[in-house]
């Protein structure tokens, strides 16, 4: 019977991906159509102020006014269902940083009505939430950091942890009395990366009930620009063999036409020094899923390595969609 419904698998399951910081633009969301992506966590923000990020959203509104056939904004799980049902791509509304609140708490509240449904505490460096984990100390979280927590958990706005500093992680964890998620971060015992997650936090993350998403950006692989989709595959093997299939998906960090010019803007942060870490150019994504277009060919691999239909349906999109709906309710 299994194997009865494994041709139809891709098209039929739920597909989220964890993360995509790609450049918003028709052939984005075309390339997510091609490969049955239901719905991403979109970054629409990282080090913008509050500002910047209100006019990055209404610019959204007119991406969905053009790209009606394509793309539906995502505010809810019903919204999730009704992108697979409509053949569209769902965008949920995410930040990479909580730096659009900037320092009034008031302004998360602000943030959900427009529709921001994820947010992750801080990217790569400090801010008034706490480190990231990239900072040259590793403070915990601030006594604002813990507000932010509180107000996401009554909001319902899921706290990603995926760029967030050791300690702040670890103390964001227990505070939230929701689950957290790292949505694309890979293990560090299989590269080395400080951006990549330690077992003892992945088994924090999924021992709260949340969600830790592979990634294939090729820095955080070990093989890096010689990558395979079958070592995007490892880490899901390694994850799974760690804490279980239920707490496992896939957070792809897609960049798909961002320039060097950009990457330099990101990574530099407050620094504004424009370090590339290490980061090779052009950014090499491994073979076998270069981009959203071939989000299928995950489903063959997990087939292919002996995943059931079961654990791939979670794998691919149901862990993700069982933590929204716990989250965002």
């Given at each position: ?10 098209s ?24 049955g ?18 006019t ?11 790209h ?17 049902r409509e ?11 909580t ?31 706490g ?6 100390t590793d ?26 500093g ?6 964001a ?7 957290v ?13 400080p ?82 870490m ?25 087939l ?8 791939t ?6 862990n ?10």
């Open positions: 019977m299994d194997r009865l419904v494994r041709p139809d698998l891709h039929d399951a739920i597909v989220i991906d964890g993360l995509n910081i790609s450049r918003w633009c028709e052939d984005t969301f075309r390339q997510l159509s091609q490969g992506v239901t719905a991403i966590n979109a970054t629409i923000a990282v080090h913008q102020g509050f500002r910047e990020t209100v990055a959203i209404s610019r959204w509104h007119g991406l969905f006014e053009r009606t056939p394509l793309i539906d904004p995502v505010r809810s799980v019903d919204d999730v269902h009704r992108a697979k053949g569209k791509v769902g965008i949920i509304f995410g930040f990479q940083s730096d659009p609140i900037e320092k009034d708490l008031r302004l998360l509240s602000v943030f959900w009505t427009l529709g921001v449904r994820i947010i992750q505490l801080t990217y790569n460096e400090r801010n008034y939430i480190d990231g984990c990239l900072e040259r403070c915990g979280l601030s006594h604002f950091g813990l507000a932010v927590i509180e107000e996401m958990n009554r909001l319902g706005i899921l706290v990603d942890l995926s760029h967030v050791y300690r702040t992680t670890m103390e964890i227990e505070a939230s009395q929701l689950p998620s790292f949505t694309h971060a890979n293990p560090r015992a299989l590269c080395d990366h951006r990549n997650k330690t077992d003892e936090q992945i088994r924090a993350v999924a021992g709260r009930g949340g969600v830790i998403g592979a990634t294939a950006f090729p820095l955080f692989l070990s093989a890096g620009s010689e990558a395979t989709i079958e070592d995007l595959v490892d880490v899901v093997d390694y994850l799974v063999q760690l804490v279980g299939v239920d707490h496992v998906g896939i957070g792809s960090d897609f960049t798909y036409a961002q320039t060097k010019e950009w990457f330099s803007w990101l990574l530099a942060g407050k620094g504004k020094r424009g370090q590339m290490g980061l090779g150019w052009p950014v090499v994504y491994p073979q076998g899923v270069r981009s959203a277009a071939e989000f299928p060919n995950v489903t063959r691999a997990l292919a390595r002996g995943y059931s239909s079961a654990a349906r979670k794998i691919l999109g149901g993700f969609l069982r933590l929204f709906e716990t989250v965002w309710c």
